[in-house]
């Protein structure tokens, strides 16, 4: 049986599980119980009717959150030397062509995301084995592969993120700090669900929406009534 710790076990007591949550007051009684040291992320944890064993049951995409995430991330990019302009050296982190491959073949992992242009792709293939397993593959699915550097890198600084089912059908997508106000994370979570209900798989049959739970990095999982949001009454 797990153990929480006391500080875990008071915060869970204010929790009444037994019933669905707007999403409103999740997010304020998150902001209450939050007692830690730090910032927290608040998450949206997202249970939805599909089976990604199946190719039309997969989701993966991206949505921009309008408040930004709260988190500054370290972005590299990789392409040819004629495509990386000075603006572009300004933006980003970590910026290479050939160079830069090498050295993540190497073992360099100092960014949380790697954005290529299409015509590098084929180069970068054979990193993989050491991109796949951090989901740091460039894709055009998760809009890591563009033509565009520049916009691209700006939108990933402004709050765009990739979200994608698991393997039981669950998407966990971070959409904010608690220090936000609770109105910026109720726009960051009506962009996240806009964007999941827009991008549902074309294999999905029945019911898509299952449930939904929002939590902090130390707090406890909230129940929410998800068809609140449907009906705009958050």
């Given at each position: 049986m797990r153990k929480y710790s006391r500080r875990f076990q008071e915060i869970l007591q204010k929790v009444d599980r037994s019933k669905l949550y707007k999403p409103i007051d999740a997010i304020i009684l998150l902001q209450d119980l939050s007692?830690?040291?730090?910032?927290?992320?608040?998450?949206?944890?997202?249970?939805?009717?599909?089976?990604p064993k199946y190719a039309d049951q997969q989701l993966r995409s991206?949505?921009?959150?309008?408040?930004?995430?709260?988190?500054?991330?370290?972005?590299a990019v990789i392409a040819k030397d004629e495509q990386i302009s000075q603006s572009l050296h300004e933006e980003v982190d970590v910026i290479g062509s050939q160079n830069l491959i090498q050295e993540i073949e190497?073992?360099?992992?100092?960014?949380d995301k790697l954005i290529a242009t299409p015509d590098v792709m084929p180069l970068i293939a054979k990193l993989g084995k050491v991109l796949g397993p951090r989901g740091l593959m460039p894709s055009p699915k998760?809009?890591?592969?563009?033509?565009?550097?520049?916009?691209t890198v700006k939108q990933f600084r402004l709050g765009k993120l990739e979200y994608r089912v698991d393997r039981s059908g669950i998407v966990h997508v971070p959409f904010g700090k608690l220090n936000f106000t609770v109105d910026d994370l109720m726009i960051n979570l009506i962009a996240l669900y806009n964007s999941i209900d827009k991008n549902r798989p074309s294999g999905s049959k029945g019911k898509y929406w299952q449930s939904m739970y929002l939590s902090s990095t130390m707090g406890p999982s909230i129940p929410i009534d998800f068809l609140l949001m449907k009906e705009n009454i958050l």
């Open positions: 007692n830690v040291k730090f910032i927290e992320t608040i998450e949206a944890h997202i249970v939805l009717g599909l089976d991206t949505v921009v959150l309008p408040k930004g995430t709260g988190k500054k991330i370290k972005i190497n073992g360099r992992s100092d960014f998760a809009g890591t592969v563009t033509t565009n550097l520049y916009d």
